[in-house]
């Protein structure tokens, strides 16, 4: 069953501009994860974020968390043609060991 | 250099065959997992295993087996019971499959069955 949702599922800005894009979940969580994925590669981590976190930042990557909306935000600042991806968040529900995936967000860094 | 690594990275297999997909790292990992992953979509788990010589089944297991009777290799096989096994196929390994660590990713391997 899938956990988290991404929205929206596909974003297209200019390069420079920030990119914002959300997730939202259904049950209590321990963890939120978000990772990318090039066309056709495997997907790599960028930030992980626990149930009582609210905010993370890592380089150009800020991401927040809303346990009470259970939903998360991945803002990218200052976008570059090399972030053109897919992005998806990653959730373990409570009590498990694996994580649920969304179907992930397809940004395009226009020149 | 310390990875996760698949191969092939395409095969091509026809209906009714039973194919193997292979997955090793070298990061000294207890757990591992396969996942499916179809256009446009995110990932779905297939079998996951936290120790050696224990697996259990994901979320999309019908179809598929694995062993893991070494640390470092995970191979699914995907039998001819697999209704639609045309996917990319990524696999995965965390340091433990306990909460809270990241999943390191190899490369894929994507399969097309005619």
């Known amino acids: 069953s899938q956990q988290g949702e991404e929205d929206p599922q596909a974003l297209s800005i200019q390069e420079g501009e920030n990119a914002t894009m959300n997730c939202s979940y259904k049950t209590s969580i321990n963890n939120l994860q978000w990772y990318r994925q090039n066309s056709g590669r495997g997907l790599v981590h960028l930030i992980l974020?626990?149930?009582?976190?609210r905010e993370k930042h890592s380089g150009r990557l800020r991401v927040t968390l809303d346990t009470s909306k259970k939903s998360s935000s991945l803002l990218i600042t200052a976008s570059r043609a090399a972030d053109t991806a897919s992005y998806f968040c990653a959730t373990d529900r409570e009590g498990a060991q694996k994580l649920v995936f969304g179907q992930g967000t397809r940004l395009t860094i226009n020149p | 250099d310390g990875g996760i690594t698949q191969s092939p990275k395409y095969l091509f297999r026809k209906e009714g065959q039973n194919v193997t997909l292979s997955c090793e790292q070298n990061?000294?990992?207890?757990?591992m997992y396969w996942y499916r992953q179809d256009p446009g979509q995110g990932l779905r788990l297939i079998y996951y295993s936290q120790i050696v010589n224990d697996f259990q089944k994901g979320d999309i297991a019908e179809g598929y087996s694995v062993s893991r009777e070494k640390k470092e290799s995970f191979p699914l096989t995907v039998t001819s019971a697999q209704k639609n096994p045309t996917a990319f196929y990524l696999c995965a390994s965390s340091i433990t499959g306990t909460s809270g660590y990241e999943q390191y990713f190899g490369p894929g391997t994507r399969l097309t069955v005619t």
């Open positions: 990061l000294n990992h207890d757990a």
């Open positions: 974020i626990r149930s009582n976190e």
